[in-house]
C-alpha cells in the first residue's frame, strides 16, 4: 500500500520568501508522487507530478519539487512566495490501480 | 487540457431526499472515475472507483446503498446521495482518468457542496 506523510498542517511565510512544504512517501513499488493546489471551494488543481523520469520536476506557476528515493520524500518549493500562492497544498501518490492516496494538506498563508 | 465539470456546484436539500450528483469528462474518455468526499480543513477521502461499465468498487466504510454510483457511459458518473441526513452534508468531488494512455494522472471536477438541513 502506498501513504504519503506531510509535515507540517500550516506553513506562513512572507512575500517573496522561499516556500517548502515537505511530503514524504511509503510505496512498496516505484511510485508516481503529485502535488495538487486547492482554493477554498475549488477543486484540485495539479501543480506538477513525478513519473519515474527526471527526479526534479517543475511545474506550474513556478513551483518545483526533488524526488529523492533515498530520502523518501518529494518536497515542494518555490523560491519566491506570491499573495496568489495561499492555498491548501496536497501531496499524493498512486498505486497501480491508479488510485491517489493524499496527504492530510498544508495550509500556505502568505504576509505582506 | 483535460477538463471535468460537475454539477451541481452546490445543492441544499432536506433530509431523507436524496441527491443527484453529476460529474462528466468534457474532452476525453474517462474509462475510470473516482468519488471523494472532503470535510473542511481536512484532505481528501477516497470513497468509490467507478469503471465504465462495470459496478463501482467501494472503499471500507463507506455504504454502497447509501452512495449510489453509476458510469453508465466514457464520459458521464453520476453519485447519488440517498436518504440524506445532516452527517451527508460536505463537499464531494469527482476525478476522472483519461483511459487513452497508461498515464496515472487524474484530473478532477471543481467539486460539489451539499448541504443536507
Known amino acids: 500500500a502506498q501513504s504519503v506523510t506531510q509535515l507540517g498542517s500550516h506553513v506562513s511565510v512572507s512575500e517573496g520568501a522561499l516556500v517548502l512544504l515537505r511530503c514524504n512517501y511509503s510505496?512498496?513499488?516505484?511510485?508516481?508522487l503529485f502535488w495538487y493546489v486547492q482554493y477554498p471551494n475549488q477543486g484540485l488543481q495539479l501543480l506538477l507530478k513525478y513519473t519515474s523520469a527526471a527526479t526534479l520536476v517543475k511545474g506550474i506557476n513556478g513551483f518545483e519539487a526533488e524526488f529523492k528515493k533515498s530520502e523518501t520524500s518529494f518536497h515542494l518549493t518555490k523560491p519566491s512566495a506570491h499573495m496568489s500562492d495561499a492555498a491548501e497544498y496536497f501531496c499524493?501518490?498512486?498505486?497501480?490501480?491508479?488510485?491517489?492516496?493524499f496527504g492530510a494538506g498544508t495550509t500556505v498563508t502568505v504576509r505582506a | 487540457g483535460a477538463v471535468v465539470s460537475q454539477h451541481p456546484s452546490r445543492v441544499i436539500c432536506k433530509s431523507g431526499t436524496s441527491v443527484k450528483i453529476e460529474c462528466r469528462s468534457l474532452d476525453f474518455q474517462a474509462t475510470t472515475m473516482f468519488w471523494y468526499r472532503q470535510f473542511p480543513k481536512q484532505s481528501l477521502m477516497l470513497m468509490a472507483t467507478s469503471n465504465e461499465g462495470s459496478k463501482a468498487t467501494y472503499e471500507q466504510g463507506v455504504e454502497k446503498d447509501k452512495f449510489l454510483i453509476n458510469h453508465a457511459s466514457l464520459t458521464l458518473s453520476t453519485l447519488t446521495v440517498t436518504s440524506a441526513h445532516p452527517e451527508d452534508s460536505s463537499f464531494y468531488i469527482c476525478?476522472?482518468?483519461?483511459?487513452?494512455?497508461?498515464?496515472?494522472?487524474?484530473?478532477f471536477g471543481p467539486g460539489t457542496r451539499l448541504t443536507v438541513t
Open positions: 499524493a501518490v498512486s498505486g497501480s490501480d491508479y488510485k491517489l492516496s
Open positions: 510505496s512498496s513499488v516505484p511510485p508516481y
Open positions: 476525478s476522472a482518468r483519461d483511459g487513452s494512455g497508461s498515464s496515472y494522472e487524474q484530473y
